[in-house]
């Protein structure tokens, strides 16, 4: 797990001048080494990699980075940076040996190189992990750039006017690049998406000209930056098999292919646990940890002293009847609060979420592990949501909501007058049209249409409904068509919620900590297996997900299998009127700032006085995301 950065295309002076500035601002992500690699190509400008290292697997110096392989005497030498785990490269140094190819290393970074010189780019349909990177083919004058498969590891890439690629993992460093490179240049209509969703959608970033390569895509090209091929070597795939297996034989070979997954989860060099909460997806990933046959399995907890959040009395029980070696890390919400700026500097792109991820992977940090398991994706596949109720039920009552269509206004009137954000958003979806796609997109949105025109007045995206951009519109549509309800709403949890806002919090706010998080559920062998089963056996249920506790087996704690889902938020409301309440204050009272983002620039301080004055249809988690955004705009030094 690393930072990595690069360029392509770019005068050599300005790129190795840049290229220190870029590693900089990756630090965080790789505490235990760096590099950087000018390699001259036959045109005036080198490739330079970037790499900053947080070594998890060989942690000697035989795992630096960025790694060669091959010889420059007969042009066949291959340059390679790399950010990830490949958790199978064990099997694919053993099947490289009987071809002749010999890794000198215990790591999957010299498996990768010697996996290409084998099979090309065929190799990262070999792959099983998360992964992005950048590899230099001298002899074919090619450079390849890939992201896993989910998108559980990120890659940005930016083209400056003047010609030629830069990409890092992160959108910091490639602003540190240098505004001649790439102008620090806030996009209106990730405003937009960030103002509906909380988060930025899709391939485009909140910088105009920086965007990611999307998850499954690999992207060839040049010595100038130049695309020669572009590919989706995987898509998430919800067709169901021709002849649907028995139940049994599924759950069989879910919990197979599960087990597995866990097993080369659990590879590192380095301290790993396994995070426990109170639900039933970290319970599964401890309980099948516990079966690996590895040594004695480690468990986190992280408390809160606000019972509403804690967890960690049903985590104890869990962990004691699992044997774990169990580690339990109590947080005040003092020490959550005294962090608050620290979590806005870790922000890269604007988002509501991963306060609590930030939070927890500081404890895992200060419990003396540098990788830790996650449960993330339990939800999206196996039906853990309320959305795989709601969706589909507001889906049956469309022709109820099209007959109160001529009443929406008066419906949100009364919304604002009651201060119900329910019945605001109930009168929005009556005036939307009824697709499981939209009524989705409601059921998240931080701020409704009408309250986004108060901020801007115009809409800055293709959809004035939703806020998002048409590329990801249809993209999510093309991922749902044909499919049965309860497989639709989990192609947009994994689509939408997980991989714009889970993955990409999950990344940023671990690789604060040097924190190396690792989710056995998106196995690409498991969501394959799991996106092909019906939808009737993903229904939101009590008790829930049993297609995932059947597979998981009678090993997994009772006490949690019929546990409904407590969801993992901070009182912002609260923390807002008391201890946040100055910091606040500074950010929505910033007529200077709201003005340089195109915002009617009285409107935050206004907002924040109906929120001060207790109007429930402002919430805690709205002056969060114009607190986020204030400070991501200042920090980034953007302008619009």
């Not at 000697?60 to 091959?70: H, I, K, L, N, T």
């Not at 007045?457 to 549509?477: T, V």
Request: charged share 20%.
């Amino acid at each position: 797990m690393c930072g990595i950065a690069g360029f392509i295309g770019i005068r050599q002076e300005v790129a190795e001048r840049a290229a220190p500035q870029m590693l900089e601002a990756l630090a965080h992500r790789g505490p235990d080494g760096n590099g950087i690699q000018s390699i001259p190509t036959d045109n005036s400008h080198p490739v330079v990699l970037v790499h900053s290292r947080l070594a998890i697997l060989d942690t000697s110096s035989a795992g630096r980075q960025p790694m060669s392989e091959g010889s420059a005497s007969d042009g066949s030498l291959n340059w390679l940076t790399f950010n990830g785990e490949i958790y199978n490269f064990r099997e694919l140094r053993s099947e490289l040996a009987t071809l002749g190819l010999h890794a000198r290393s215990n790591t999957d970074t010299e498996v990768l190189l010697l996996a290409y010189r084998a099979w090309g780019e065929k190799a990262v349909e070999k792959l099983c992990g998360m992964f992005a990177f950048c590899l230099v083919d001298m002899q074919k004058r090619r450079i390849w750039l890939v992201r896993d498969r989910l998108g559980i590891k990120p890659l940005y890439v930016a083209r400056p006017s003047t010609g030629g690629l830069l990409f890092a993992s992160e959108v910091r460093a490639l602003l540190a690049a240098g505004s001649e490179l790439v102008p620090r240049r806030l996009s209106r209509s990730a405003v937009e998406s960030f103002l509906a969703q909380g988060v930025v959608y899709g391939k485009d970033s909140h910088i105009e000209g920086i965007s990611s390569l999307s998850p499954g895509e690999s992207l060839v090209v040049d010595w100038e930056g130049n695309t020669v091929a572009a590919r989706k070597y995987w898509i998430t795939d919800f067709r169901p098999n021709d002849t649907p297996p028995k139940r049994v034989d599924a759950v069989a070979e879910l919990g197979a292919i599960a087990r597995d997954a866990v097993r080369q989860h659990l590879i590192s060099d380095v301290p790993i646990g396994v995070f426990l909460s109170g639900g039933i997806d970290s319970a599964a990933i401890a309980t099948l940890a516990t079966e690996s046959g590895t040594e004695r399995i480690r468990t986190i907890s992280v408390g809160f002293d606000q019972p509403e959040f804690d967890e960690t009395s049903i985590a104890a029980e869990v962990a004691q009847e699992l044997g774990t070696d169990h580690y339990s890390v109590r947080v005040t919400a003092a020490e959550m609060l005294g962090s608050f700026e620290r979590v806005l500097a870790a922000i890269d792109q604007p988002t509501v979420d991963g306060f609590n991820t930030f939070t927890v992977s500081q404890a895992a940090r200060a419990a003396g592990v540098k990788v830790a398991l996650s449960g993330l994706g339990g939800d999206e596949c196996f039906g853990g949501y309320a959305s795989f109720r709601d969706v589909p039920r507001a889906v049956r009552f469309a022709p109820v909501l099209k007959v109160l269509r001529p009443i929406a206004s008066a419906l949100r009137r009364c919304g604002i007058q009651a201060g119900s954000r329910g019945l605001l958003k109930f009168a929005e979806a009556a005036v939307r049209t009824h697709t499981p796609l939209q009524l989705y997109l409601l059921r998240r949105e931080l701020f409704l249409p009408s309250e986004r025109r108060s901020l801007q007045a115009l809409p800055h995206s293709s959809d004035p409904c939703n806020g998002i951009a048409a590329n990801s519109l249809n993209e999510l549509q093309s991922m749902i068509t044909g499919l049965d309800p309860q497989n639709t709403v989990s192609a947009l949890e994994l689509g939408g919620y997980m991989r714009n806002m889970l993955l990409r919090d999950a990344d940023v706010f671990s690789m604060a900590h040097g924190l190396e998080i690792r989710v056995p559920f998106l196995d690409h062998r498991l969501v394959d297996q799991v996106t092909r089963l019906p939808g009737a056996w993903k229904q939101f249920c009590r008790p829930p997900k049993p297609l995932l506790t059947e597979a998981v087996g009678r090993r997994l704690p009772a006490l949690v299998r019929n546990l409904s889902k407590r969801g993992f938020t901070f009182p912002w409301s609260q923390w807002f009127r008391k201890d946040l309440a100055t910091i606040a204050a500074d950010r929505l009272n910033d007529r200077g700032t709201w003005n340089s983002i195109g915002f009617h620039p009285s409107t935050p301080a206004t907002l924040w006085q109906r929120f001060l004055q207790g109007d429930p249809s402002v919430g805690g988690l709205q002056i969060l995301g114009l607190i986020v955004l204030a400070d991501v705009v200042a920090r980034q030094r953007l302008v619009t």
